[in-house]
C-alpha cells in the first residue's frame, strides 16, 4: 500500500522469514554460532532460549539456511502442544514418512521402529537430521520431554542420527534442568537478548535498505525514541515502523520524526477501550 510512496521495492518490516533481512546482531550471530557448533559436531541436543518477539524463529531459519549439505533432513516443527504419542508421528510426516490416516493409527512402538530405521539409513548415507521443536517451552509435560530425550539416543555406526534443537522461551531452560536426562544432552545453551539502541538503529536502516530506500526516511531522533518504546525487541519495532510507514504515507510525511513515532505509537499502539 505504502510502497510507492516511500520508494520501496517491499514492506521492509514484515516478521515473515526472509534470508536478506535477517540482521546479524551480536547476540544473533552468538547463538548463531552456539547452533552450528552443536549441529556441525553432532551434538544430541541444544537449546535457544529468549523472550517473546526476539526472532528465535528467524534465526533458527537462517541456521537451517547456512548448514552445509550434509545435515539433512532439517525438519522445524511449529507445533509443538502435542500429546507424547503424537510426537513421533507428527515428527514421521514432516520427515515425509507416511502419511496422515496411517500414521496416526498405528501402534507407538511401530512408528518409533520406523523413525529409527529412517534415521539409520539417513545416518549410514552420510547425513545427520537436524529437528527444531519450535514454542519448547509448551512441551512441559515429563512424557513429551521423555518422547523428546528418546530421540537423543539414536545413533548408526557410533554416530548420534540427529541434533535436536529446542527453542522457545526462557522458562524452556529450567523445564529441561529438571528432566536431568535430557538436559546432559544438551551441547549448547543460547540466549537471545534485545537489540542495544546502536543495534535498533542498525537494524531499522539495514531494513529499509534491503526494501531498496535511499532516503533517511526515520529521522535520527525517531530511531532514538524507537528503542525506548520498544525495548529493542524485533517484532515491537516491526509493528511500530510499519505503522509509521502507514501513516507517514496516509498524512504525505517525508521524514518521521520523535514526536510523529511517539503520536502513532500512543493512538495506534497502546489503545484501550474505555
Known amino acids: 500500500m505504502y510502497e510507492a510512496y516511500w520508494k520501496l521495492k ?25 547452533l552450528r557448533y552443536a549441529v556441525e559436531n553432532r551434538r544430541g541436543a541444544a537449546i535457544l532460549a529468549g523472550a517473546c518477539g526476539l526472532g528465535k524463529s528467524l534465526l533458527v531459519r537462517t541456521l537451517m539456511v547456512q548448514l552445509p549439505e550434509q545435515f539433512s533432513p532439517k525438519v522445524h516443527l511449529v507445533f ?3 500429546s507424547s504419542n503424537d510426537l513421533i508421528p507428527y515428527l514421521l510426516l514432516n520427515l515425509g514418512q507416511g502419511n496422515p490416516e496411517g500414521t496416526a493409527h498405528r501402534n507407538p512402538s511401530e512408528t518409533i521402529w520406523q523413525l529409527q530405521q529412517f534415521l539409520a539409513e539417513n545416518t549410514r548415507a552420510g547425513n545427520h537430521a537436524v529437528i527444531v521443536v ?34 522457545g522461551q526462557t522458562t524452556v531452560i529450567p523445564a529441561v534442568e529438571r528432566f536431568p536426562s535430557l538436559e546432559s544432552r544438551i551441547g549448547v545453551k543460547s540466549l537471545m537478548r534485545n537489540f542495544t539502541p546502536d543495534e535498533t538503529a542498525a ?67 497502546t489503545v484501550v477501550p474505555e
Do not use: M, W
Not at 517491499?10 to 552456539?34: C, D, I
Open 80 to 82: 509443538p502442544k502435542l
Open 134 to 167: 519450535d514454542d519448547a517451552h509448551l512441551l512441559s509435560d515429563h512424557a513429551s520431554l521423555e518422547t523428546l530425550r528418546l530421540l537423543t539416543n539414536f545413533e548408526t555406526d557410533g554416530k548420534l542420527d540427529l541434533t535436536l534443537i529446542l527453542a
Open 10 to 34: 517491499t514492506r521492509p518490516f514484515e516478521n515473515t522469514y526472509s534470508e536478506l533481512f535477517y540482521y546479524p546482531s551480536e547476540s544473533a550471530q552468538a547463538a548463531l554460532l552456539k
Open 203 to 269: 537494524y531499522v536502516t539495514h531494513r529499509l535498505r534491503v526494501a531498496g530506500s535511499q532516503a533517511e526516511i526515520f529521522a535520527p531522533n525517531a530511531l532514538e525514541r524507537l528503542f525506548h518504546i520498544t525495548r529493542g525487541n524485533p517484532r515491537e519495532i516491526n509493528r511500530l515502523c510499519d505503522l509509521a510507514l502507514l501513516i507517514g504515507y496516509a498524512e504525505e510525511i517525508r521524514q518521521i520524526d520523535a514526536n510523529q513515532l511517539e503520536s502513532i505509537h500512543e493512538e495506534l499502539v
